[in-house]
C-alpha cells in the first residue's frame, strides 16, 4: 500500500489505497492502507462507498446496495442510480471507539 500511496505523481501528498477481493456479485472484502496513518486500517467508509458506485458502474447488478466486508467489520452501502448520477447514498454498519485522545492548542 505505502508504494501505491506515496509512489504516484499524480498524489504528490499520498493518497488511500483500497485492495478489493469479490466475494459475490455484490460482496466484496477490502483492505485500506490509509494516507497520514502510513498502515493498514480496520475499516474506510470513504473507501467502501467507492468500491460500492464503482462496483454497480463496472457489474451492472440488479441489487440497490453492495456489502462491503472490512477487518473492521460488515458494511452496507445503499443508493439509488438516477440516470448517470447516485443518489440517496447510504452507508450503514457498527461504529465502535477504538481511540480517545487531547487535542491541545
Known sequence: GSKISNGSPYFEKGTNVNFVKIKSENEFNIRTYERGVESETLSCGTGAVAIAICAKLKYDFQNKWVNIVTKGGNLTVNFK??????????????AKR????????
Do not use: C, P
Not at 477504538?98 to 491541545?104: A, E
Open 81 to 94: 442510480k438516477d440516470n448517470s448520477k447516485f443518489i440517496d447514498i447510504f452507508l450503514e454498519g457498527n
Open 98 to 105: 477504538v481511540f480517545d485522545g487531547i487535542f491541545y492548542l
